[in-house]
């Protein structure tokens, strides 16, 4: 069975840093592209940041660009978000997602075949 399970969400405060790690289990994410998208409360979920199968392209949405950044780690099959100068409007359940094999970094949800149960990152003073 297909699994994604994320980690690492926390309460913190503006300015503080966060990583979060999602491990796959049941495939390898080795033929995987994958990505991290989030959703707070009465919103959307919306693509944060993506990376393309070889690691080769990464995309890093709007909102979060400069201050977030993604990578993946094939020998321990995990993938991860690190979060810098975390703003409230961060606050969101943040889930990590996986596609079949694909040189592009795609950040749109409906391209997504596999995906996590979230994790609630907290951004709050």
């Known amino acids: 069975q297909l699994q994604l399970v994320e980690s690492g969400g926390d309460l913190v405060q503006p300015g503080e840093s966060l990583r979060l790690s999602c491990a796959a289990s049941?495939?390898?994410?080795?033929?995987?592209?994958l990505g991290w998208f989030r959703q707070a409360p009465g919103k959307e979920r919306e693509g944060v940041a993506c990376?393309?199968?070889?690691?080769?392209?990464?995309t890093i949405t709007d909102p979060v660009k400069g201050r977030f950044t993604i990578h993946r780690d094939n020998a321990k099959n995990t993938v991860f978000l690190q979060m810098s100068n975390l703003k409230p409007e961060d606050t969101a359940v943040y889930y990590c997602?996986?596609?079949?094999?694909?040189?592009?970094?795609?950040?749109?949800?409906?391209?997504?075949?596999?995906w996590g149960q979230g994790t609630q990152v907290t951004v709050s003073s």
């Open positions: 990376i393309s199968t070889s690691g080769s392209m990464t």
């Open positions: 049941g495939f390898s994410l080795d033929s995987y592209a």
């Open positions: 997602a996986a596609r079949s094999y694909s040189d592009y970094a795609f950040c749109w949800e409906t391209v997504y075949d596999y």
